[in-house]
């Protein structure tokens, strides 16, 4: 079949599938225009079905009447001052969006730019571009996109339902939200009216927190812990849920990287390695995460639709995540979602009893054992029962853990060195980690096909150092930007926590369980165990009172 040169109504309609897939694909395109021209409001109307009518509408800086024919012209943007794309600062640098869509329904441009007093309306289709014509209009811009696939009917058959088309539409904007705090957004469409009222200064942690909060619903209201963090120009900012909140998939993990929402597995692994060892296996954390790096550092220019990103250091932005998210996780104290407020502020107002009674404290004063296996304790407001067991692990474990943090490379020397055969891509992986390993004490030496192990950290123990080497080349493998050093050696050191702890049945007494309560309440993610159990419960005095039906 000879080759043949499209013609520039087809060449368009192939390039608006790589960004106009469903009406969803118009709102964001859209969205994100607005948010480059600098609107605090925007506004997404609906009426009829989907594919009627598409109504954004901001109050941006508008576009200039010369500009306004340009603005649907193929290849002209005012996204990117030179024909540098190695550094994009903004959403919609593509140029593409509106003349896309333009190509597949019936498009209205609407704008005023700040500064004149009339607006300028052109409309393009695929069947041509109307000239520029006046008329009156607030500053900013408005955008009617009427007819969506009318002249490609044969996309219409791929769309779903007009539940889970709005559905995407709802996603689109709570995306946006979630990054632009301090714009307001509102959805006007039948059965579906949102409005998120701008929350405060785009960097400010407070209201990202506030608006993480407004737009993902009551886990996140209720057992949200604000994250904070920068680390090597990685900011790292958003809220995650207490390990006692987790669901089955990974899709309660929102990420945000530079304003764009991306699903990028990198990221979600650096999420969910900051959960390590606090939830059961199969389960997956609840976090929204906006992280923040120089736009010469990532690369948006990976898939048409901007929903992936490619960074410059991987292995250092998931670290910074990782930190972020488990410094974050360690600030809040004994939180579960039982018991929501502070306990230890809660009882430190108490004035009804001395400052030395043992009740003020977090975990209350030792009433004693029930079954050999939970500690019971008194707080001034209820009683806490305490799982010895998973609490002893979750001591040990974080003993160790900060060991291995302080990076001291104590270790054990083996007797004869252990060969473990690896993969040549394995081996390279390990061979560029292996000055971490051995800052840690896993001392190794490699041959071709294989590598040596010589000592093992010491706060491991007695280990096999096969399955350990074997496992963390896996890793590797699997995730090469992940923190395979921390993850893997937090999984043995979970072993080794469990094993070293005091076990169900194991008598103590009121002396020693209040020694181990007294040390619960220093250790960081005391709520759950190594295997992501539950390791306290409360019950407060009005918990009790229900109970027992007395209010």
């Given amino acids: 079949m000879p080759i043949r040169v499209l013609d520039p109504v087809t060449a368009a309609r192939i390039a608006a599938g790589e960004v106009v897939e469903r009406p969803a694909s118009v709102v964001k395109e859209l969205i994100e225009n607005a948010i480059d021209a600098g609107a605090s409001r925007i506004e997404v109307t609906v009426r009829g079905e989907l594919t009627s009518s598409i109504i954004v509408a901001d109050d941006g800086n508008g576009i200039s009447h010369e500009d306004l024919p340009l603005a649907v012209a193929r290849h002209a943007t005012s996204k990117l001052p030179t024909n540098d794309i190695s550094s994009i600062?903004?959403?919609?640098?593509?140029?593409?969006?509106?003349?896309?869509?333009?190509?597949?329904?019936?498009?209205?441009?609407?704008?005023?730019?700040?500064?004149?007093?009339?607006?300028?309306?052109?409309?393009?289709?695929?069947?041509?571009?109307?000239?520029?014509?006046?008329?009156?209009?607030?500053?900013?811009?408005?955008?009617?996109?009427?007819?969506?696939?009318?002249?490609?009917?044969?996309?219409?058959?791929?769309?779903?339902?007009?539940?889970?088309?709005?559905?995407?539409?709802?996603?689109?904007?709570?995306?946006?939200?979630?990054?632009?705090?301090?714009?307001?957004?509102?959805?006007?469409?039948?059965?579906?009216?949102?409005?998120?009222?701008?929350?405060?200064?785009?960097?400010?942690?407070?209201?990202?927190?506030?608006?993480?909060?407004?737009?993902?619903?009551?886990?996140?209201?209720?057992?949200?812990?604000?994250?904070?963090?920068v680390a090597e120009g990685v900011g790292v900012k958003g809220v995650a849920c207490l390990p006692t909140r987790t669901?089955?998939?990974?899709?309660?993990?929102?990420?945000?990287?530079?304003g764009r929402p991306v699903q990028d597995r990198g990221l979600a692994s650096a999420v969910r390695a900051a959960y390590a060892g606090l939830i059961a296996p199969g389960t997956a954390p609840l976090a929204f995460v906006s992280v923040s790096v120089d736009p010469a550092r990532v690369?948006?220019?990976?898939?048409?639709?901007?929903?992936?990103?490619?960074?410059?250091?991987?292995?250092?932005?998931?670290?910074?995540?990782?930190?972020?998210?488990?410094?974050?996780?360690?600030?809040?104290?004994?939180?579960?979602?039982?018991?929501?407020?502070?306990?230890?502020?809660?009882?430190?107002?108490?004035?009804?009893?001395?400052?030395?009674?043992?009740?003020?404290?977090?975990?209350?004063?030792?009433?004693?054992?029930?079954?050999?296996?939970?500690?019971?304790?008194?707080?001034m407001d209820g009683i806490v029962i305490i799982d010895q067991h998973a609490a002893h692990e979750r001591v040990v474990l974080e003993r160790l853990r900060s060991a291995v943090g302080r990076g001291d490379g104590s270790s054990v020397e083996l007797p004869e060195p252990v060969a473990v055969c690896l993969r040549p891509v394995e081996l390279a992986l390990l061979q560029e980690r292996s000055e971490s390993l051995e800052r840690l004490g896993l001392r190794l030496g490699f041959l071709p096909g294989s590598v040596m192990v010589m000592a093992v950290p010491a706060v491991l123990g007695a280990v096999d150092p096969s399955p350990l080497v074997s496992d963390l080349a896996a890793a590797a493998v699997d995730d090469p930007s992940a923190d395979i050093i921390g993850e893997r050696l937090l999984e043995m050191l979970a072993t080794a926590g469990c094993r070293a702890a005091i076990k169900a049945g194991d008598v103590l007494s009121n002396e020693e369980a209040d020694a181990l309560l007294r040390e619960i309440e220093a250790t960081p993610n005391a709520t759950t165990c190594n295997h992501g159990r539950p390791v306290i419960s409360f019950m407060s005095q009005a918990d009790l009172e229900r109970l027992f039906a007395r209010r």
């Fill in 89 to 229: 600062a903004t959403l919609g640098f593509r140029g593409e969006a509106l003349p896309s869509i333009a190509s597949v329904a019936e498009l209205r441009l609407v704008s005023r730019p700040a500064g004149s007093d009339l607006a300028l309306e052109i409309k393009a289709s695929p069947d041509g571009i109307t000239s520029p014509r006046p008329l009156a209009h607030p500053r900013g811009t408005r955008v009617e996109v009427r007819d969506l696939f009318a002249s490609v009917p044969a996309r219409l058959k791929f769309l779903k339902s007009r539940r889970t088309e709005m559905a995407a539409v709802r996603e689109v904007i709570d995306n946006a939200a979630l990054a632009f705090p301090d714009i307001e957004f509102r959805l006007d469409s039948a059965g579906m009216d949102v409005i998120y009222r701008a929350k405060g200064a785009r960097g400010n942690p407070d209201a990202i927190a506030a608006r993480a909060k407004e737009v993902l619903g009551e886990a996140f209201v209720r057992d949200g812990v604000s994250v904070s963090h």
């Fill in 299 to 379: 690369d948006v220019n990976v898939h048409p639709r901007k929903s992936e990103v490619r960074f410059a250091d991987p292995a250092g932005v998931h670290a910074a995540v990782t930190d972020a998210v488990r410094l974050a996780l360690q600030g809040a104290g004994l939180r579960t979602t039982a018991t929501l407020a502070d306990m230890a502020a809660d009882l430190a107002r108490s004035v009804t009893v001395g400052a030395g009674d043992r009740r003020r404290l977090p975990l209350g004063r030792v009433i004693g054992q029930a079954n050999g296996s939970w500690i019971v304790a008194e707080t």
């Fill in 247 to 258: 669901r089955k998939d990974a899709n309660g993990i929102v990420v945000i990287a530079n």
